[in-house]
């Protein structure tokens, strides 16, 4: 089984500041790890993901996010943030090797981006 | 680009009443997935479809709820007689012949049972 934990349940910021969302993850195997974006009213879009390999993960908008071991985290960020990028964050995670398995999600951060 | 539809984007139904929620998953996958978000919560796993049947299904997923998979490109998730409780976003999502590896949602069909 795993579990997500999202630190933050609000994250406000000034446009042009870097941020960072913060997501710590438990489970008793390995795990791929994606964080996926909600704007008002719309579904998840998947921002990018940790399969396997370098643990700096690149994605779509500018982000990016770590993936630790050791600290069991996949925090996001981004240096330089839009008023657009104001939505749910949520982080999410499922089980390595075991196909079509369920994504656990965090709780989810809102980021607002105020001008 | 390919993407998950669904259908209808809201439904108003009245407590008592069978709901079905339609969703066109991306052509060439093979995983299905049902997932519900509670206003104000966070998203949460219903059930997962693979090769015509039940593959996973968590503790929401009562005798209330069936899935189905009725004519090779629909996915359909049923709701037998809804409670009030029932209200929420629902997500389809479907995933390739890796599983785990990436899930593509839809918009989401928003519940609302009064």
């Known amino acids: 089984a795993q579990s997500v934990t999202q630190l933050d349940s609000q994250v406000p910021v000034f446009e042009e500041a870097p941020v960072e969302l913060r997501c710590n993850y438990s489970?008793?195997?390995?795990?791929?790890l994606f964080w996926y974006v909600q704007y008002p009213n719309q579904g998840l879009q998947l921002l990018l993901k940790y399969l396997s390999g370098s643990t700096l993960v690149k994605g779509i908008n500018g982000f990016e996010a770590e993936f630790n071991k050791s600290q069991t985290s996949f925090h996001l960020r981004k240096p330089s943030v839009h008023i657009s990028d104001t939505a749910e964050y949520f982080c999410?995670?499922?089980?390595?090797?075991?196909?079509?398995?369920?994504?656990?999600f965090g709780e989810g951060t809102q980021l607002t981006v105020n001008p | 680009e390919p993407e998950v539809t669904q259908t209808p984007s809201h439904q108003v139904t009245q407590m008592g009443q069978e709901v079905i929620l339609r969703c066109v998953p991306i052509?060439?996958?093979?995983?299905f997935y049902w997932y519900r978000q509670i206003l104000g919560q966070k998203v949460e796993f219903l059930v997962s479809?693979?090769?015509?049947?039940?593959?996973?299904k968590s503790e929401i997923f009562d005798d209330q709820f069936s899935v189905e998979r009725p004519d090779g490109s629909n996915f359909t998730l049923k709701i037998r007689s809804t409670k009030l409780e029932d209200s929420a976003m629902y997500f389809c999502?479907?995933?390739?012949?890796?599983?785990?590896?990436?899930?593509?949602f839809g918009q989401g069909t928003r519940l609302t049972v009064v």
């Open positions: 999410a995670v499922n089980g390595k090797g075991t196909s079509g398995s369920r994504l656990t």
């Open positions: 479809f693979y090769n015509n049947e039940i593959s996973e």
């Open positions: 999502a479907s995933s390739g012949n890796q599983g785990n590896t990436e899930a593509f």
């Open positions: 489970s008793s195997v390995s795990v791929y």
């Open positions: 052509s060439n996958h093979l995983y």
